[in-house]
């Protein structure tokens, strides 16, 4: 069946089961009138020579010829009713995935138009914004805070192209990088208005009705993915951090080889101890539904950067009401597909560490699509090492262009 949207299942939209008892019905009565024509149906009417009706003159020919012929055509009118059934099951599978795809796409739709009903009037856009669905090949979200100019500043000096360039870069490439980021929490304030004032000068922001805070990443996330669904038809959406290096062209060459798949989550996946100590960093104070203490977290991919195909962010926006929220982001997400038909691709070039690391890749021709250290959850010092990495372990400047998706 797929990824069931959660509105499949409510009142009044149009659920599963009530749809099913429909199509059975349906296929019940045409195999049912399809039988008793068949079997109980009257017979073709056989008119009788001078000497006695056919049927009698076989029979005192050869009745063991009728007896084969009888077998015979009772079994064509048997092969023929289950090659009926076959052909009417083949054709409710296919309506149903027809209706699931459909369902998908409307409630993806509704999601879309609640977020923007719901918007706040600091981060309202034009109307003609809101209704474009531009389709491009992957949009890259870069996470980031209201006391994080400097760290914007020297992903903008470095790898993330600017004004026309950036524009160009989604026309002719397919390629949408954004900064996202929410509200204060006294919408309009001066946290706001540096913002606005910022993103009218590069223009290079997607604003997101939600609250900024520390302990909300989760919930940024999740508000992340279900607005860049409702602007952009795109193939795979990105999380990064503000503090990572990232080669775009090379982020679009690893994703462009898992284009075929309908369902992929794409990162280092690591399975980090679940921390149930109160006050450190990385506290889960759900730690007791992951078992005994010093248990593991599930498969999931790091925070720092990863990839969903379409029907993933799709999922999330639909269902985002229903979606359970740990403490910590990366978790979260991954908590998400548990349970889903989705494939998990560990792609170790998307955590590439600094130089050396990243630069001896490059040397031997394997250049990574991120880099950052892990002792730190992302480039230590990132606003004063960020262009050091990039010119170490940058794709170089026309590299995007002539990379292919």
Request: proline content about 4%; glycine content about 8%; aromatic content about 8%.
């Amino acid at each position: 069946m797929g990824l069931m949207p959660t509105s499949r299942y409510q009142k009044g939209g149009g659920g599963v089961s009530t749809r099913w008892v429909s199509l059975l019905c349906i296929s019940s009565f045409c195999l049912g009138v399809l039988v008793v024509d068949r079997l109980w149906g009257t017979p073709d009417t056989v008119k009788p020579d001078k000497e006695g009706s056919s049927v009698e003159k076989r029979q005192e020919q050869d009745p063991e010829l009728v007896v084969n012929c009888e077998k015979k055509e009772s079994s064509l009118h048997v092969g023929d009713i289950l090659a009926q059934v076959s052909r009417t099951h083949d054709v409710i599978m296919n309506l149903d995935k027809t209706i699931s795809s459909l369902e998908m796409q409307l409630a993806a739709a509704r999601a879309a138009k609640t977020g923007n009903e719901e918007r706040s009037p600091v981060v309202t856009r034009p109307i003609v914004e809101q209704l474009e669905h531009q389709k491009v090949f992957y949009v890259m979200g870069i996470i980031t805070a209201f006391s994080s100019r400097k760290r914007r500043d020297s992903i903008r000096e470095t790898w993330m192209p600017q004004g026309d360039e950036l524009r160009r870069l989604e026309k002719e490439k397919g390629l949408v990088i954004r900064f996202v980021i929410g509200h204060s929490a006294t919408p309009g304030g001066v946290l706001d208005r540096a913002i606005d004032a910022e993103d009218e000068q590069h223009q290079d922001f997607l604003r997101l009705n939600h609250v900024e805070g520390y302990h909300e990443l989760s919930s940024k996330t999740q508000i992340y993915f279900s607005t860049a669904v409702a602007k952009w038809d795109a193939d795979f959406y990105i999380k990064v951090d503000d503090d990572v290096h990232v080669n775009p062209g090379i982020i679009g060459s690893t994703l462009a080889h898992h284009r075929s798949k309908p369902r992929v989550y794409i990162g280092c996946m690591k399975s980090g101890p679940v921390l149930s100590q109160k006050g450190i960093k990385y506290h889960e104070p759900e730690y007791w539904k992951f078992g005994e203490d010093g248990n593991k977290y599930f498969r999931h991919a790091t925070g720092q950067l990863y990839a969903i195909s379409k029907d993933l962010a799709t999922y999330i926006s639909v269902n985002r009401h229903l979606l359970h929220k740990y403490a910590n982001e990366d978790v979260s997400l991954g908590s998400w597909f548990i349970g889903l038909d989705v494939e998990h691709i560990d792609d170790r070039t998307l955590c590439c560490g600094t130089p050396p690391d990243c630069e001896w890749k490059v040397q031997a021709g394997n250049p990574c699509a991120a880099s950052f250290d892990w002792s730190c959850s992302g480039i230590c010092k990132s606003v004063e090492r960020m262009e050091e990495v990039h010119q170490r372990c940058g794709e170089g400047h026309g590299a995007v262009w002539h990379a292919n998706f």
